[in-house]
């Protein structure tokens, strides 16, 4: 299994918004809806904040929204915040009880 | 609440093998999936491999086949995760995280607090 590709990094001025793509293959985005996107701030825990694709945990902020078409999957954020620099990761599901993530974007709030 | 304590750093020697543990709490242990993710210094994450606490079954990611061994213990409810004839590259941090829902959706909602491996002569 290859890994999933994202951008290596993407910036943004508080307040606006930026979309990290996630692209993978039709076994994998392209064939489930089971994509989910973690929040991991060096030193902590990777936080869920989207899975199958567009659903939101419990207690995560509608400024997170995901989506889908085709074999790319997409992170978008609105209402850039401080607090939301951090590198961010999608994974999917590749059947069979496999999952793949992707290599990371690292976000820059300017 | 929910949780899962994993347990200390370790060092080891290239060839040797590691075993971290993975305690869950606040929650019906049988029910949920645990996955094993690791990232390494500089790297991303990477998905290791899954364990069904309910019958035990396994799935690992290809890479680590023939190398890694994830187990349970009912008990206890603790989840192993044995990765032998260990290498410098193996040098990461290694967390456990529990699915998000009962019926496996395959995201992880509830992760450990990682534990350290480090891989040197």
């Known amino acids: 299994q290859s890994a999933l590709t994202q951008p290596a990094s993407v910036s943004g001025s508080p307040g606006q918004s930026i979309t990290i793509s996630c692209t993978g293959t039709s076994s994998d985005v392209g064939t489930y809806d089971v994509v989910s996107w973690y929040q991991h701030h060096p030193g902590r825990a990777p936080k869920l904040i989207i899975y199958?694709?567009?659903k939101w945990p419990s207690g995560i902020s509608n400024r997170f929204s995901g989506s889908k078409s085709g074999n790319t999957a997409s992170l978008t954020i609105s209402g850039l915040q401080a607090e939301d620099e951090a590198d961010y990761y999608c994974?999917?599901?590749?059947?069979?009880?496999?999952?793949?993530f992707g290599g990371g974007t690292k976000l820059t709030v300017l | 609440q929910v949780q899962l304590v994993q347990s200390g750093a370790e060092v080891k020697k290239p060839g040797a093998s590691v075993k971290v543990s993975c305690k869950a709490s606040?929650?019906?242990?049988?029910?949920?999936?645990i996955y094993w993710v690791r990232q390494a210094p500089g790297q991303g994450l990477e998905w290791m491999g899954i364990?069904?606490?309910?019958?035990?079954?396994?799935t690992y990611a290809q890479k680590f086949q023939g190398r890694v061994t994830m187990t349970r213990d009912t008990s206890t409810r603790t989840v192993y995760m044995e990765l032998s004839s260990l290498r410098s590259e193996d040098t990461a941090v290694y967390y456990c995280a529990r699915d998000l829902a009962a019926a496996g959706r395959f995201s992880m909602d509830v992760w450990g607090q990682g534990t350290t491996v480090t891989v040197s002569s």
């Open positions: 199958e694709v567009n």
């Open positions: 994974c999917s599901y590749a059947g069979s009880r496999t999952l793949v």
């Open positions: 364990i069904n606490p309910t019958d035990g079954s396994t």
């Open positions: 606040g929650y019906t242990f049988m029910f949920y999936f």
